[in-house]
């Protein structure tokens, strides 16, 4: 599969090529001409040089079809779906899963009892995932129009990204022990990106700025905290137009923004800004509390530190 970058170096390639050959192709009639006096006009000539040069163009690029189809295949046949490992059984136990050659684009799991930890490390990057119980209910799901019953799809990437080795460590929060898969609804070749999640704690008072995420929940939020949000004004068709805006909001419209996006059975209090509509939130507790976040993080570029 090629990137944006090799499809625009293939597709230069690809034009030096063709102009070569219409050049081939004009210089072999005239020659062909030349060699032939008044026998073949050059008309002629062009027509059955042509023809040559299609079929012969037509085989290459079935070969180099057959090359590319070839080599794009899947990653341990993890495209789809694929069990990562089994959460053993017992409250407070920690299972570390089998370690991945690829970072799946989501993590999923269905149990009645809610984890009380999972972490996900990918070796040389750094944790992408660092989620306690409040925050695996509030980071789970995300975008989704329903939700199977006591499932629970975490995101960890905008897709499938090969040639990293990651390690998943979960902790069970039930007697009952429980599945982990991987699922990859594409692989992404222009710009990969870890979707990292954690959580962060905000003094009682505190005021907290936080720009660049595509995601944040704030469970614990309430009547007496203060939310402000900050975005572009946009036109009719929906492009930023280089001024900006401010907005509190409160709980119930929070709720409510998260509809036009989300399908919550439950009252979530979050802000999904997934289409780049808010540059910045500012948050000020009336009492100490966690939020949890969601930033994309483009691979090879990966910062540890979640605020940066």
Do not use: H
């Not at 001409?33 to 690029?61: E, I, R």
């Not at 209910?137 to 995101?155: C, D, E, H, K, Y």
């Not at 944040?216 to 492009?239: E, Y």
């Not at 948050?283 to 090879?300: C, D, L, M, S």
Request: charged share 15%; glycine share 8%; net charge positive.
């Amino acid at each position: 599969m090629l990137s944006r970058k090799n499809k625009a170096i293939a597709m230069k390639v690809l034009a030096i090529l063709g102009g070569a050959l219409l050049a081939l192709m004009f210089w072999r009639s005239y020659k062909t001409v030349k060699d032939n006096p008044g026998k073949v006009t050059f008309t002629d000539a062009l027509k059955a040089n042509w023809k040559q040069a299609t079929m012969l163009s037509v085989g290459w690029l079935a070969f180099f079809a057959m090359v590319l189809m070839a080599s794009t295949g899947n990653v341990e046949g993890a495209v789809f779906a694929q069990v990562v490992g089994v959460v053993a059984s017992g409250v407070g136990t920690t299972t570390n899963l089998p370690t991945l050659s690829y970072c799946p684009q989501f993590l999923y799991f269905e149990i009645a009892t809610t984890p009380q930890a999972i972490k996900v490390n990918v070796n040389g990057d750094g944790l992408v995932m660092d989620l306690d119980t409040a925050g695996i209910v509030a980071m789970s799901n995300i975008r989704s129009n329903g939700r199977p019953t006591n499932g629970f799809l975490l995101q960890l990437a905008n897709g499938l990204v090969k040639g990293k080795n990651v390690d998943i460590s979960v902790t069970n929060g039930v007697a009952s022990a429980f599945t982990v898969f991987a699922i990859n609804a594409n692989e992404v070749v222009d710009v990969p990106a870890y979707m990292v999640t954690t959580g962060i704690q905000i003094n009682a008072s505190q005021s907290f700025d936080l720009s660049n995420f595509s995601y944040t929940a704030i469970p614990s939020f309430v009547a007496a905290d203060i939310l402000n949000l900050f975005g572009s004004k946009r036109t009719i068709q929906g492009m930023p137009v280089g001024q900006a805006f401010s907005t509190k909001q409160e709980v119930e419209t929070l709720r409510a923004i998260l509809q036009l996006t989300e399908n919550v059975s439950t009252s979530k209090n979050a802000i999904d800004n997934f289409d780049g509509t808010w540059i910045q939130l500012n948050f000020t507790p009336n009492a100490t509390q966690k939020i949890y976040v969601q930033r994309p993080i483009e691979v090879g570029k990966f910062s540890p530190v979640l605020l940066s």
